[in-house]
T-cell receptor, first 111, second 114 residues
Framework: SQQGEEDPQALSIQEGENATMNCSYK?????LQWYRQNSGRGLVHLIL?????REKHSGRLRVTLDTSKKSSSLLITASRAADTASYFC???????????FGAGTILRVKS | KAGVTQTPRYLIKTRGQQVTLSCSPI?????VSWYQQTPGQGLQFLFE???????NKGNFPGRFSGRQFSNSRSEMNVSTLELGDSALYLC?????????????FGPGTRLLVL
């Protein structure tokens, strides 16, 4: 079963625009992570935010976490064609390194 | 450091056969997890191994099994293959043994069951 649900399912923007993806989850978490996947390949880790953090930045990425609403958002600023990919949020399970992934957002950046 | 490697990259099998997939984690990583990705079910956790012990298991039938060796390399086996087992199988490794730590994924093995 999937805990994280991303919104929107698909997003198409022009190069240079910002892209925002949202993720909602159901149970309490320790960490929330965002991953990128290009064309059915392996997942690339983008950023991890812990439950006691509210915002985190990494280059052009900005992630926010609202544990009271059980939601997170990923903002990609000044998007590039190379950002075209599927983006997944993942939350931890009750123990171990098990990750529960959302359905993902397909981002298309047009040049 | 070399990343997570998975072999083979592509595999075609027929129903009823069995298959073994291999994963070599990043050097020094002792936690290895496996995930199945299908268009219908998305990414689903199969199991996690740490120090040769299964630490966590997802909701998959007993046909799916795995193991980890002393050098942290891991294999997963699927017996009596079904058409629905066609998927991208992803392996991930982690250097930390906490809860929900960063996972580093391999390129995956794409399995097609005919």
């Amino acid at each position: 079963s999937q805990q994280g649900e991303e919104d929107p399912q698909a997003l198409s923007i022009q190069e240079g625009e910002n892209a925002t993806m949202n993720c909602s989850y159901k149970t309490s978490i320790n960490n929330l992570q965002w991953y990128r996947q290009n064309s059915g390949r392996g997942l690339v880790h983008l950023i991890l935010i812990r439950s006691n953090e509210r915002e985190k930045h990494s280059g052009r990425l900005r992630v926010t976490l609202d544990t009271s609403k059980k939601s997170s958002s990923l903002l990609i600023t000044a998007s590039r064609a190379a950002d075209t990919a599927s983006y997944f949020c993942a939350t931890d399970g009750s123990d171990g390194n098990k990750l529960v992934f959302g359905a993902g957002t397909i981002l298309r950046v047009k040049s | 450091k070399a990343g997570v490697t998975q072999t083979p990259r592509y595999l075609i099998k027929t129903r009823g056969q069995q298959v073994t997939l291999s994963c070599s984690p990043i050097s020094g990583h002792r936690s290895v997890s496996w995930y199945q990705q299908t268009p219908g079910q998305g990414l689903q956790f199969l199991f996690e191994y740490f120090s040769e012990t299964q630490r966590n298991k997802g909701n998959f039938p007993g046909r799916f099994s795995g193991r980890q060796f002393s050098n942290s390399r891991s294999e997963m086996n699927v017996s009596t293959l079904e058409l629905g087992d066609s998927a991208l199988y992803l392996c991930a490794s982690s250097s930390l043994i906490g809860v929900g730590e960063t996972q580093y994924f391999g390129p995956g093995t794409r399995l097609l069951v005919l």
